[in-house]
């Protein structure tokens, strides 16, 4: 049972415009949510978290939405560049266990 | 020092052998985690230690053996392993355990069980 899915495998953009990698989740308990970015033979690098008091959180070209009622987050990259390439995963824990679930991963390609 | 440092960057043993994988930091951070990631899937979590006590082992087959020996150091012996088991074993740390500051992620191992 996937708890948290990332429907969409890849993503291609064009340089300057706007990057949105989507992601779903099942669990109620969920309480924050996070997003990394991982170049391959690296492990994740956090990029941005969003606390589920919040609906949005923004951290310069990185914002994240978040739609409790749908259990939908959202991670805009705006503008994209090409150094954006990456795999970016959504991830989420509940209760401050410490425990990620992650989802299955977003491939973005951003072309010059 | 804002990094998690694993060691071997891969490694390849066979079912007898018995290895171990390291990991390190040096942020003052009370938690460190394991995470198993095969080929295309998700990271998993198998281990949490907080303040060098095991906090969840996620059901994980004996032939793992997580160990904290202090509070920057962080082993997962190996032993028995099956072909199966091969993948990036990733090491994580937290200030403590839960969510709120990220974690910083190391590079990981690469094994591959032959």
């Known amino acids: 049972d996937q708890q948290v899915k990332q429907n969409s495998p890849s993503l291609s953009v064009q340089e300057g415009r706007i990057s949105i990698l989507n992601c779903d989740y099942t669990?109620?308990?969920?309480?924050?949510f996070l997003w990394y970015k991982k170049y391959p033979a690296e492990g994740p690098t956090f990029l941005i978290s969003?606390?589920?008091?919040?609906d949005k959180n923004e951290d310069g070209r990185f914002t994240v939405f978040l739609n409790k009622s749908a259990k939908h987050l959202s991670l805009h990259i705006v503008p994209s560049q090409p150094g954006d390439s990456a795999v970016y995963f959504c991830?989420?824990?509940?209760?401050?266990?410490?425990?990620?679930?992650f989802g299955q991963g977003t491939t973005l390609q951003v072309k010059p | 020092d804002t990094e998690v440092t694993q060691t071997p960057k891969h490694l390849v043993m066979g079912m007898t052998n018995k290895k171990s994988l390291k990991c390190e930091q040096h942020?003052?951070?009370?938690?460190m985690y394991w995470y198993k990631q095969k080929a295309k899937k998700p990271p998993e979590l198998m281990f949490v230690?907080?303040?060098?006590?095991?906090?969840i082992n996620e059901s994980v087959p004996s032939r793992f053996s997580p160990e904290c020996p202090n509070s920057s150091l962080l082993n997962l012996h190996l032993h028995a392993l099956q072909p199966e088991d091969s993948a990036l074993y990733l090491c994580?740390?937290?200030?403590?355990?839960?969510?709120?500051?990220?974690?910083?992620f190391g590079s990981g191992t690469r094994l591959t069980v032959v």
């Open positions: 994580a740390s937290s200030q403590t355990q839960g969510v709120d500051y990220g974690y910083t």
């Open positions: 669990n109620s308990m969920f309480d924050y």
């Open positions: 969003i606390s589920s008091i919040k």
């Open positions: 991830a989420a824990s509940g209760s401050n266990t410490g425990k990620l679930i």
């Open positions: 942020m003052g951070h009370r938690a």
């Open positions: 230690y907080s303040y060098e006590k095991l906090s």
